[in-house]
Every structure is written in structure tokens, then in C-alpha cells.
Nanobody
Framework: QVQLVESGGGLVQPGGSLRLSCVAS????????MGWYRQAPGKQRELVAQ???????EYADSVKGRFIISRDNAMNPVYLQMNSLKPERTGDYYC??????????????WGQGTQVTVSS
């Protein structure tokens, strides 16, 4: 089994920055993609940023130019640098990964989330 654990959430003032981290552990053969989703209170989960191994990052239009998803060469851990935060970015942030646990078996995994509150 694979586990994803996020960290780095918290309270930040509008205009501030936070860096979220996600570490994958367990039966990992190969990581194909990692990403971040946000779920605001009462809303559906939505994509914030993601990238695939060897590919370019993808961002939601609302965060382009302000957020950066990064990874080391092994895509683990993966970080989300969030700059110029706005109150509407408040929510629970979830790490997700498409991970092979063997040469032929892959699955999608989710972390338990980390809360981000942007407020003065």
C-alpha cells in the first residue's frame, strides 16, 4: 500500500505565502504523476496543480503565476509553493498521486489533506 502525507498548511494573511509538502511512502515502484487539489467548504474538490514524470506542470487558471509545483527527480516529495495568497484560496489541500506499486499495477492515491486558511 502507498501512503501520501501532506504538511505545511496553516493560517496566513492575504498576500502571504505557504509551502505545502507531500511525501509518498510504502510500496512504490514508480511515480507517474503527482498533484494538488483544493476543497473549499461546501464545494467540490478542484485541481490546483499537477505534473507528470518528465512533463510540464499544469495549473488552474486561478493560480497561474502565483503557485509553483515542484518535485525532485524522483517526484517525491512534491511541493506546492503558494504565493500572493487570497482569502478565496482557503480550503483543504490534498495531495494526489498516480503510482505504480509494481511493474504492471498502478492506482491513484490521496492524502488526508492539510488545511489552509487565508485570513487577516
Amino acid at each position: 500500500q502507498v501512503q501520501l502525507v501532506e504538511s505545511g498548511g496553516g493560517l496566513v494573511q492575504p498576500g502571504g505565502s505557504l509551502r505545502l509538502s507531500c511525501v509518498a511512502s510504502g510500496s512504490i515502484f514508480r511515480i507517474v504523476a503527482m498533484g494538488w487539489y483544493r476543497q473549499a467548504p461546501g464545494k467540490q474538490r478542484e485541481l490546483v496543480a499537477q505534473r507528470t514524470a518528465g512533463g510540464s506542470p499544469e495549473y488552474a487558471d486561478s493560480v497561474k503565476g502565483r503557485f509553483i509545483i515542484s518535485r525532485d527527480n524522483a517526484m517525491n516529495p512534491v511541493y506546492l509553493q503558494m504565493n500572493s495568497l487570497k482569502p478565496e484560496r482557503t480550503g483543504d489541500y490534498y495531495c494526489t498521486g498516480k503510482i505504480y506499486s509494481s511493474m504492471s499495477t498502478w492506482d491513484g492515491f490521496w492524502g488526508q489533506g492539510t488545511q489552509v486558511t487565508v485570513s487577516s
